[in-house]
């Protein structure tokens, strides 16, 4: 079982739409990083969250200590929205991120 | 600047050639990180550069060599590579050492490479 776990590993949905990708974690954590990877490479650090909520422009963050669980929200969703969405957790004991295997979302026009 | 640079953005090698990959950021940052990315899989840490000294090698072959020439540049030096080392190579960078709290992680774009 992976230490860091992403559901769904993909996600299609339509333009507009309300979106949810969940993170579950095993290990302790000091922090988890939400981060967003386009087609071609490049990787966009969206939140770091330790504890509640963050909130920037249409993504929201959550993250839940006691249930270890993180989940990111995107609303009115766009198809630039497209791309793979990671979160990482930071382990407490070390500098290590544990990353989890990722989700693909692809929002349709 | 809120930018890391990476070149080149593809290579293409052989088993036998030398080359170096080049990542450059001006935000003032102290801690450096090289990571490969294998198709469909999340990115795994090579090497971390803290105040310009190499802190952490995560038992990479020694076919890579990191070089940290000053606080905004990063070089990986690349010797007879194995096809099995095509990969996307991201440099990453943050403020300080170990992803202090409050602290977020900036990637380049990367650089795709593909060993022959």
């Known amino acids: 079982k992976n230490e860091v776990e992403q559901s769904p590993q993909n996600l299609t949905a339509q333009e507009g739409e309300f979106i949810t990708i969940n993170c579950s974690y095993s290990v302790g954590i000091s922090a988890l990083h939400w981060l967003q990877q386009h087609p071609g490479g490049g990787i966009v650090s969206l939140f770091m969250l330790s504890s509640g909520k963050k909130k920037h422009g249409r993504l929201i963050a959550t993250i839940n200590i006691q249930e270890k669980h993180s989940s990111l929200h995107i609303t009115a969703s766009h198809p630039r929205d497209s791309a793979v969405y990671i979160c990482?957790?930071?382990?407490?004991?070390?500098?290590?991120?544990?990353w989890g295997a990722g989700t693909k979302l692809i929002i349709k026009p | 600047d809120t930018e890391v640079t990476q070149t080149p953005k593809h290579l293409v090698m052989g088993m036998t050639n030398k080359k170096s990959l080049k990542c450059e950021q001006h935000?003032?940052?102290?801690?450096m990180y090289w990571y490969k990315q294998k198709a469909k899989k999340p990115p795994e840490l090579m090497f971390v550069y803290s105040y310009e000294k190499l802190s952490i090698n995560e038992s990479v072959p020694s076919r890579f060599s990191p070089e940290c020439p000053n606080s905004s540049l990063l070089n990986l030096h690349l010797h007879a590579l194995q096809p099995e080392d095509s990969a996307l190579y991201l440099c990453?960078?943050?403020?300080?050492?170990?992803?202090?709290?409050?602290?977020?992680?900036?990637f380049g774009s990367g650089t795709q490479l593909s060993v022959l």
């Open positions: 990453a960078s943050s403020q300080t050492d170990f992803l202090a709290s409050n602290e977020k992680l900036f």
């Open positions: 990482a957790a930071r382990l407490d004991s070390n500098y290590q991120l544990i």
């Open positions: 935000m003032g940052h102290r801690a």
